[in-house]
């Protein structure tokens, strides 16, 4: 009951924004799984955190693709726990693997795989150096220190939509520009003809 009442809570959630990611990237320990892999074994029966199904519903029904980014160094454990939870066939990609990269390696990957530019990538981590790293490729990244959960969720629509609002503030302003600096040039070679 509780993972159709997050659904439905995203789905509100999502319904509210204009734009949207095209592609929603989860690292995993401490973000979708309050565990690290590493400290566990493939025999464990391993849990989301509470919103996290709901979360990760509400987005595929919307369209949105999802990926996952972990430097795990005990990938195995991470497909395992993927699969007894039925969701690995969620993600249109999943790049985990130990990195010393702060997940750009991830990123570049995930990017290539899926032709979907960082720019319409929103993605959620616990380690602040990784979202560091990730927002300086233009990925819109958001800190979660108690997991994913609906306000996390809230507050990435949100950035998200504020860098897109920017990001075409900045193309008008530039077209603006570039049309002003079109028509003087025009107007310059009019009057030396």
């Known amino acids: 009951m509780g993972d159709e009442k997050v659904k439905?809570?995203?789905l509100e959630l999502l319904g509210m924004f204009q734009v949207l990611p095209r592609l929603v990237v989860f690292d995993l320990d401490y973000t979708l799984w309050p565990f690290y892999c590493e400290c566990r074994s493939k025999r464990d029966m391993p849990s989301l955190y509470h919103d996290g199904r709901g979360i990760l519903y509400a987005l595929k029904e919307k369209g949105i693709d999802l990926a996952i980014a972990?430097?795990?160094?005990?990938?195995?454990i991470a497909e395992t726990f993927l699969d007894k939870l039925s969701i690995k066939s969620m993600f249109v990609a999943k790049e985990i693997?130990?990195?010393?990269t702060h997940k750009t390696d991830h990123f570049r990957k995930i990017q290539s795989r899926t032709g979907v530019p960082f720019n319409s990538m929103l993605f959620f981590d616990d380690e602040n150096r990784n979202i560091q790293a990730v927002s300086k490729m233009g990925v819109t990244s958001i800190?979660?220190?108690e997991?994913?959960?609906i306000g996390a969720l809230r507050q990435g629509l949100t950035k998200y939509s504020e860098n897109v609002n920017i990001s075409e503030k900045n193309k008008q302003k530039w077209r603006t520009k570039f049309s002003q600096n079109s028509n003087s040039s025009k107007k310059n070679e009019s009057e030396d003809k």
């Open 8 to 10: 439905a809570e995203a």
């Open 70 to 76: 972990s430097r795990s160094p005990t990938a195995d």
């Open 97 to 100: 693997f130990s990195s010393w």
């Open 143 to 145: 800190l979660v220190n």
């Open 147 to 149: 997991g994913v959960h």
